[in-house]
């Protein structure tokens, strides 16, 4: 499975921004998905997973009630609505597909993509 992020792009604080990630197979419907970020100097930090049937969602701490993961198996996609950004939201965002639950660590999914900056300017 390939994944492909886009949408990031620079954003004054305050605004928002929409990822999203279009995975190579519909194989990818059966998959939790999820979205990691790292900042520069930083550890990698999970950010957002949800279930492949879109019934379970699992939000870091520093993100909950500001960003919304969602999926349209259809389009073998995952969004990643981010609101009420902060500059230290600034980071590369990556998805990764795997089976099994909403995991919090990129190991334990199979695959991962590239990322997509995003820049919040304060």
């Known amino acids: 499975v390939q994944l492909q992020a886009s949408g990031g792009g620079l954003v004054q604080a305050g605004g928002s921004l929409r990822l999203s990630c279009v995975a190579s197979?519909?194989?990818?419907?059966?998959?939790?998905l999820g979205w990691f970020r790292q900042a520069p100097g930083k550890e990698r930090e999970f950010v957002a997973a949800i279930s492949w049937s879109g019934a379970i969602t699992n939000y870091a701490d520093s993100v909950k009630g500001r960003f919304t993961i969602s999926r349209d198996n259809a389009k073998s996609t995952v969004y990643l609505q981010m609101n009420s950004l902060k500059p230290e939201d600034t980071a590369v965002y990556l998805c990764?597909?795997?089976?099994?639950?909403?995991?919090?660590?990129?190991?334990?999914?199979?695959?991962r993509g590239q990322g997509t900056q995003v820049t919040v300017s304060s």
């Open positions: 990764a597909a795997g089976l099994g639950s909403t995991k919090m660590v990129l190991y334990e999914y199979s695959y």
């Open positions: 197979d519909r194989t990818s419907r059966t998959y939790t």
